[in-house]
């Protein structure tokens, strides 16, 4: 009698199932820029001008797009400035934050489903590894939103590590509201371009006052999830110690 199928296969089959769809509904602006070489930043600006003459499903195409850059590791920071343009500041932040929350949310279940139970294995033995890893699942809310804040962390890479950690699902999107201050700035900065050929270029308009605000609000957080980090790990040693004695 055969196995059920268990979590990880049906996580495989989703995905496999996805991209394949993704491929073959790609519109032709996708098949040309891969055709000639893939460029990264040349296919998301495709995709923009692309949505841009969708009207009122181009929200719906749009977030669909940015959830798959964040889970394949394309800029996403192409689309945030581009949102700017298409969709306006208010709209284009609001789409970015669902596209990168449901984008980052994927990759994190990815992470935890499909790589975790290897991971486990390799570290079952390390007691030190496990007790800061307990010691971040209970603290996970604050150590999330305040690396979204920081701009130091490699958002997307970021996504799967989480999903590696003791961090619940819960506590993980709630944290993804750190990006908003973020999300905003890069939309805003944006819309100032006017024009899709500007993003991502030396000419593209910016706003000092605004890139430097966030910038400080984000060495600031940089600066407490490290020492936060630094105390709960401690601290879960501190204990493991204890019980070991």
Avoid: H
Avoid at 6 to 26: E, H, K, P, T
């Amino acid at each position: 009698m055969k196995s059920p199928i268990n979590s990880r296969q049906i996580s495989i089959l989703i995905s496999l199932v996805f991209i394949g769809f993704f491929i073959s509904a790609m519109p032709a602006w996708a098949q040309s820029a891969t055709s000639t070489g893939f460029n990264p930043q040349l296919l998301l600006k495709n995709a923009l001008e692309w949505i841009e003459g969708l009207g009122a499903i181009g929200a719906v195409a749009f977030i669909g797009i940015y959830i798959v850059a964040t889970v394949a590791f394309l800029p996403g920071s192409i689309l945030t400035l581009g949102a700017g343009v298409v969709f306006g500041v208010w709209l284009g932040a609001l789409y970015v934050f669902i596209g990168a929350t449901l984008g980052a949310t994927a990759a994190f279940l990815v992470g935890r489903y499909l790589a975790r139970n290897w991971v486990a294995k390799k570290i079952a033995n390390n007691d030190k590894f496990n007790a800061i890893d307990r010691a971040v699942g209970k603290e996970g809310l604050k150590i999330v939103l305040l690396t979204r804040l920081s701009p130091i962390f490699p958002f997307n890479l970021l996504n799967y590590a989480f999903g590696l950690t003791g961090v619940s699902i819960r506590d993980y999107i709630i944290g993804s509201l750190g990006m908003i201050p973020g999300t905003l700035m890069y939309v805003y900065i944006g819309s100032l371009a006017g024009n899709l050929a500007l993003i991502g270029t030396a000419t593209q308009p910016t706003n000092p006052t605004l890139q430097w605000t966030i910038r400080i609000v984000g060495f600031i957080a940089t600066i407490s999830v490290t020492v936060y980090i630094t105390r709960i790990a401690k601290q879960a040693l501190n204990e493991l110690t204890v019980e070991s004695e």
